[in-house]
């Protein structure tokens, strides 16, 4: 649960706050002006919209989402549905790939088979390729940075990677392949001496560090400046570098995404919420890495949530991983929970903690031991002969 929660990270408030310093206030009245009229005053391109047509394409749909594509003088409508029939895909699966990502037929041909054959090193079967550009046909569509894109699959190849793990990156997280090699490299670097020097065995950094590459690819995209001025904030707190070590497993990297500023906030609240030593907070932190990486509004309106509904304070600390879940979820689990006649204010939270089929499974363990009729295992058995 706390890896998609995570997955849907805002960034620092303080960093947010120095983009909108750093934006225009107003946009240019004649700059808007001019785009307008220019986009009105170009016609579509008719043997676009006919070639479009004949492949059972939704022009409507183009129009609606991304009508400037037809407007281009020059595509390559039968080109590029050609390489994709030639990869197998049928004529569904074309018009659908063309409708999603109408700028596929403004890509060069050429670029496009270059594009084709560096996904057949991590995909080697044409079905299989087909469908990963059916579902995300923006990312093998960008067809920039295509020798660096090269480079980088041989080099994740080279670290052990397995290639579908690869072809995972290369459509959910293709930002990674912008990245020069030696950034990728440099940050690989640092992450293994951190391994290193946090006690993490030779013997174990390998799997250590194509298991957090998998969770979480975008840890590349930090500097290593990032990484090496987060672990010395932590340090500074007083974690061990076991403890270190935990949360760089249980965040699955994420940690290095975080801004000391916005995590020494976090844990200042924590720490007056629960009313905790530095030890007590440390353990707490460990347990629910969440209380890092939440901001303090969001950390404030779950702990009041919670109270609202009759749950303590020493419940919370006790099962710190409640704060995962929002207000509503934690409202419709205890109603749940309530019905079955579990008072969840003098139990224990961890029967409405967890993932959705976590808690589920739990609920239905409670509900059949309510209905199971009580049974005497000693008692004489009353059988009419």
Same mark, same amino acid.
């Given at each position: 649960?706390?890896?998609?929660? %995570?997955?849907?990270?805002?960034?620092?408030?303080?960093?947010?706050?120095?983009?909108?310093?750093?934006?225009?206030?107003?946009?240019?009245?004649?700059?808007?002006?001019?785009?307008?009229?220019?986009?009105?005053?170009?016609?579509?391109?008719?043997?676009?919209?006919?070639?479009?047509?004949?492949?059972?394409?939704?022009?409507?749909?183009?129009?609606?989402?991304?009508?400037?594509?037809?407007?281009?003088?020059?595509?390559?409508?039968?080109?590029?549905?050609?390489?994709?029939?030639?990869?197998?895909?049928?004529?569904?699966?074309?018009?659908?790939?063309?409708?999603?990502?109408?700028?596929?037929?403004?890509?060069?041909?050429?670029?496009?088979?270059?594009?084709?054959?560096?996904?057949?090193?991590?995909?080697?079967?044409?079905?299989?390729?087909?469908?990963?550009?059916?579902?995300?046909?923006?990312?093998?569509?960008?067809?920039?940075?295509?020798?660096?894109?090269?480079?980088?699959?041989?080099?994740?190849?080279?670290?052990?990677?397995?290639?579908?793990?690869?072809?995972?990156?290369?459509?959910?997280?293709?930002?990674?392949?912008?990245?020069?090699?030696?950034?990728?490299?440099?940050?690989?670097?640092?992450?293994?001496?951190?391994?290193?020097?946090?006690?993490?065995?030779?013997?174990?950094?390998?799997?250590?560090?194509?298991?957090?590459?998998?969770?979480?690819?975008?840890?590349?995209?930090?500097?290593?400046?990032?990484?090496?001025?987060?672990?010395?904030?932590?340090?500074?707190?007083?974690?061990?570098?076991?403890?270190?070590?935990?949360?760089?497993?249980?965040?699955?990297?994420?940690?290095?995404?975080?801004?000391?500023?916005?995590?020494?906030?976090?844990?200042?609240?924590?720490?007056?919420?629960?009313?905790?030593?530095?030890?007590? %907070?440390?353990?707490?932190?460990?347990?629910?890495?969440?209380?890092?990486?939440?901001?303090?509004?969001?950390?404030?309106?779950?702990?009041?949530?919670?109270?609202?509904?009759?749950?303590?304070?020493?419940?919370?600390?006790?099962?710190?991983?409640?704060?995962? %879940?929002?207000?509503?979820?934690?409202?419709?689990?205890?109603?749940?929970?309530?019905?079955?006649?579990?008072?969840?204010?003098?139990?224990? %939270?961890?029967?409405?903690?967890?993932?959705?089929?976590?808690?589920?499974?739990?609920?239905?363990?409670?509900?059949?031991?309510?209905?199971?009729?009580?049974?005497?295992?000693?008692?004489?058995?009353?059988?009419?002969?």
């Amino acid at each position: 649960m706390l890896s998609k929660l %995570l997955m849907r990270s805002q960034p620092c408030r303080l960093c947010s706050f120095r983009k909108r310093l750093s934006a225009p206030k107003y946009r240019p009245f004649l700059a808007f002006f001019t785009c307008t009229t220019d986009s009105q005053s170009k016609k579509e391109n008719k043997k676009t919209v006919e070639k479009l047509f004949k492949l059972s394409v939704d022009i409507r749909k183009i129009r609606r989402l991304k009508g400037w594509v037809l407007l281009e003088d020059e595509t390559y409508v039968e080109e590029i549905a050609n390489i994709l029939q030639q990869l197998g895909a049928s004529e569904t699966a074309v018009a659908s790939i063309l409708e999603r990502c109408p700028e596929a037929i403004i890509c060069s041909p050429t670029a496009v088979n270059t594009q084709r054959e560096l996904w057949q090193l991590v995909c080697k079967n044409e079905e299989k390729l087909v469908k990963l550009i059916e579902q995300f046909p923006e990312s093998f569509f960008t067809v920039k940075d295509q020798e660096n894109r090269k480079l980088n699959i041989q080099f994740f190849q080279e670290l052990g990677l397995k290639n579908v793990v690869i072809s995972r990156f290369l459509t959910t997280a293709s930002n990674i392949f912008h990245n020069p090699i030696e950034k990728n490299k440099q940050v690989i670097k640092i992450l293994q001496e951190s391994y290193l020097n946090l006690g993490g065995s030779e013997a174990n950094m390998k799997v250590w560090l194509l298991k957090l590459l998998s969770q979480n690819p975008f840890i590349l995209l930090n500097s290593s400046a990032a990484i090496k001025e987060t672990l010395e904030f932590f340090q500074k707190q007083g974690f061990t570098n076991f403890e270190i070590l935990q949360l760089l497993s249980k965040l699955k990297g994420f940690l290095f995404q975080l801004c000391p500023r916005s995590i020494q906030n976090s844990m200042s609240f924590s720490k007056n919420a629960f009313k905790s030593t530095d030890h007590d %907070l440390k353990q707490l932190v460990l347990k629910c890495p969440a209380l890092l990486y939440y901001s303090v509004p969001v950390l404030e309106e779950r702990i009041q949530g919670l109270l609202k509904e009759g749950i303590s304070i020493a419940q919370i600390r006790e099962t710190p991983m409640v704060l995962e %879940l929002t207000p509503q979820i934690v409202q419709y689990r205890i109603r749940k929970l309530n019905s079955l006649g579990y008072g969840i204010k003098d139990g224990h %939270l961890a029967n409405i903690n967890g993932t959705k089929k976590e808690f589920e499974a739990n609920f239905g363990k409670i509900q059949a031991k309510k209905g199971r009729p009580l049974f005497n295992p000693v008692a004489p058995l009353n059988v009419e002969e």
